[in-house]
């Protein structure tokens, strides 16, 4: 069963007055003072209270690339997740979950999320694995379409459509409250900037994504090239 959602991003007020506001250096801003980049937060736990947990924080990141396929892949042994999260994953109200979410990336911004979590100490081929798509789709030159799915196995009868929508809407709330306010923070202080000339504080956990910025890269300079040649 799946339930597909969306929602746009928009920074505002519009890039032309933010423009004018920020003079600063760095898109997590030049004049904050960021300790928990020293402590090794993870910009997810930044974001989201509902997952900010110690074992969360001790989670295990690997990165690997096969062509232009990007993969994040990350376990998180121990946690004790919330009551809806262990409802989807049949996890026992009073076990903790091993969980894992590994993440594949392809251009230009398509992502397929695989989150899995099995009661902890039991083999992962035990687990619940809940399949997902994130799709982004440019709008105008600053703002974005964004397009989830969420699915259920069938096998699973009518608690897999229940489970779907529950879920769409359990997610709605961090997206629309604890993302999309921050990205479109950082996009009116961006200004419209190159990435690269504001000098990001980049953290371990942020290898993935840095990575699929230089692809996206070189095929925008790819495509230059070919048009300028074609021209
Ligand atoms: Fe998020």
Same mark, same amino acid.
């Given at each position: 069963? &799946?339930?597909? $959602? ?10 032309? &007055? ?12 030049? $004049?904050?003072? *960021? ?14 209270? *509902?997952?900010?947990?110690?074992? !969360? ?7 690997? @690339?096969?062509?232009?396929? =990007?993969?994040?892949?990350?376990? =998180? ?9 262990? @409802? ?19 251009? /230009?911004? *398509? ?6 979590? !099995? ?8 687990? =619940?694995? !809940? /399949?997902? #798509? ?9 703002? &974005?379409? %964004?397009? %989830?799915?969420?699915?259920? /196995? ?32 950082? #996009? ?14 980049? *953290? ?11 692809? !996206? ?9 070919? $048009?300028?040649?074609?021209?």
């Amino acid at each position: 069963m &799946t339930l597909n $959602n969306a929602m746009s991003i928009t920074p505002l007020p519009p890039l032309k &007055t933010a423009r004018v506001r920020s003079k600063h250096g760095s898109n997590l801003g030049g $004049n904050f003072r *960021l300790p928990w980049v020293s402590s090794q937060w993870n910009s997810t736990e930044f974001l989201h209270p *509902l997952f900010s947990s110690d074992a !969360v924080r001790r989670a295990r990141v690997e990165f690997q @690339q096969d062509s232009e396929t =990007i993969w994040s892949k990350r376990f =998180i042994a121990n946690d004790d997740l919330p009551a809806f999260l262990k @409802q989807a994953f049949r996890i026992p109200d009073d076990a903790l979950a091993d969980r894992w979410l590994d993440v594949r990336w392809n251009a /230009p911004a *398509l992502m397929a999320l695989w989150s899995g979590a !099995v009661a902890s100490g039991r083999p992962k081929e035990e687990g =619940i694995i !809940v /399949p997902s #798509a994130h799709f982004f789709t440019p709008e105008t030159t600053a703002s &974005t379409h %964004y397009f %989830y799915a969420i699915s259920f /196995p069938r096998v699973l009868g009518p608690i897999a459509e229940d489970l779907a929508a529950s879920n769409v809407e359990a997610l709605r709330g961090p997206f629309e409250c604890e993302d999309k306010p921050v990205i479109e923070a950082v #996009a009116r202080r961006m200004a419209g900037a190159p990435f690269w000339s504001l000098k990001p504080v980049l *953290l371990t956990n942020d290898t993935p994504s840095i990575r699929a910025r230089r692809l !996206v890269e070189q095929k925008i300079q790819k495509e230059n090239q070919m $048009n300028s040649l074609a021209g």
